[in-house]
């Protein structure tokens, strides 16, 4: 039996009580046995004296194999984006699918995130990253209608083969992702629907991200897509849902009563200028489980969660003219508790609490920005101050997979070498 200590730290528990207390951290092997005072030796200490420990985010919606795209399509009207992202993304190889799943997953280790919702083709390469680099992945296939795709075969028939030869995999949580109503058939929704409820997989979603989407969605089968879907029986618990932000109240209520949970996409969404912002409030009071993602690296930019949870609580505030909207710890929430709702592992991670797996984060307590640091401002600071350059040292199941802001799982000087000439590659011809 492997064992760490965490000593000295202001931990940041996100228990019921939302408890914030200074002390200790026991793991041994995986999981968190002592939290307090914890006295005796260790197979590894970690001296956090003055340091901040949080639980390991959840990073609800991206695509990390597009992390070597970053610049390709910036700056241009959203049909112009698709065109050269769909354009580019098409030409794709092995090589440089695992260089971009690479170097996400060590940007996302290096920001504080420790378990992310994937959706992409070729979820097989990237869970290669995945478990190299330490971190959990659910990992959702694209799965659409065979006429749009540019995969080999019947998507979700590849799906179900990815289920099946990863469900045992460490870390690796293998899931449906289906692209949208717009590429997907009411037969696709529904045979993803019954091999999600036979097979306890998420089924992962894009809903209504443009307006465009959604009226074109209504003028064809008199619908609006989250009301559509209803009607035709593939909502459930097992339904997480991005961006989800051209909703109306009664779409709201249907996803709320259903148990859904959505991955709100703040900076995506902004930066592509598709307009709408989520209706989070009204989500909230009608039961849908809220969680945060930051889309992938063509969109966003960037997968940094801190980034994300400053600019959705000022977007919100800001659209409502509200500033109580959205306070800190209630967005602190929907990183981490949210998050792990959403993937169903909400009894295993999302809280720094004895009987849970130890993803940890911890922050530089010495960083001017996080500074003056006290109990009863460190969630605000953590929200509207902190940034990935905090991080100093992360846990995910049990392992210091980051030591001072050093990647221990991964050569971090390859994987940086390799991100440009697979940029170069892709751009060639395009």
């Known amino acids: 039996m492997s064992s760490l200590i965490v000593k000295n730290a202001l931990i940041v528990t996100q228990d019921k009580d939302r408890r914030i207390i200074k002390g200790d951290i026991l793991v041994e092997d995986n999981l968190i046995v002592q939290v307090g005072k914890v006295t005796g030796d260790a197979d590894e200490v970690i001296e956090a004296g003055g340091d901040i420990v949080m639980p390991g985010m959840v990073n609800t919606h991206s695509h990390i194999a597009m992390s070597v795209m970053k610049g390709v399509a910036d700056d241009v009207p959203f049909g112009k984006f698709l065109d050269k992202v769909f354009a580019i993304d ?44 330490g971190l959990r992945g659910v990992l959702c296939w694209a799965v ?77 089968t008199g619908k609006r897509p989250a009301d559509y879907l209803e009607s035709i029986g593939v909502l459930s618990d097992r339904c997480l849902a991005a961006h989800s932000a051209w909703l109306t109240i009664n779409e709201v209520k249907a996803l709320g009563r259903n148990g859904c949970s959505i991955a709100t996409c703040p900076v995506s969404n902004m930066k592509l200028a598709t307009g709408g912002v989520a209706p989070i409030p009204e989500m909230m009071m009608n039961g849908v489980n809220v969680s945060v993602g930051t889309d992938g690296s063509t969109t966003n930019n960037s997968l940094d969660m801190f980034g994300e949870m400053k600019m959705l609580a000022l977007l919100q505030k800001s659209y409502r003219w509200d500033p109580t909207i959205l306070p800190a710890q209630q967005v602190l929430d929907l990183v981490t508790l949210n998050g792990a709702k959403a993937v169903h592992l909400e009894m295993e991670i999302g809280s720094i609490e004895v009987g849970k797996k130890a993803d940890m984060v911890i922050l530089d307590g010495k960083a001017p920005n996080l500074r003056p640091l006290l109990p009863d401002n460190v969630v605000s600071n953590i929200v509207y101050c902190g940034n990935a350059g905090n991080v100093k040292t992360v846990l995910c199941d049990g392992k210091a997979v980051v030591r ?25 011809g395009h």
């Open 144 to 220: 659409l209608d065979v006429q749009f795709t540019t995969q080999k075969g019947v998507p979700l028939d590849n799906c179900k083969r990815f289920f099946a030869e990863h469900k045992d995999q460490e870390r690796i949580y293998p899931g449906i992702g289906l692209q949208g109503v717009y590429v997907c058939s009411t037969e696709t929704f529904q045979a993803s629907e019954e091999f999600s409820r036979s097979s306890g997989a998420l089924m992962h979603f894009h809903l209504s991200e443009t307006r465009k989407e959604v009226y074109d969605h209504k003028d064809k």
């Open 90 to 133: 098409s030409d794709r190889q092995e090589k440089d699918l695992l260089a971009g799943a690479k170097l996400g997953a060590m940007e996302m280790l290096l920001s504080g995130t420790t378990t992310f919702v994937d959706m992409y083709y070729s979820e097989d390469i990237i869970a290669k990253a995945v478990q190299q680099a």
């Open 404 to 428: 001072d802001r050093h990647v221990r799982t991964m050569d971090q000087k390859k994987v940086l070498e390799e991100s440009e000439p697979a940029l170069i590659s892709l751009r060639k």
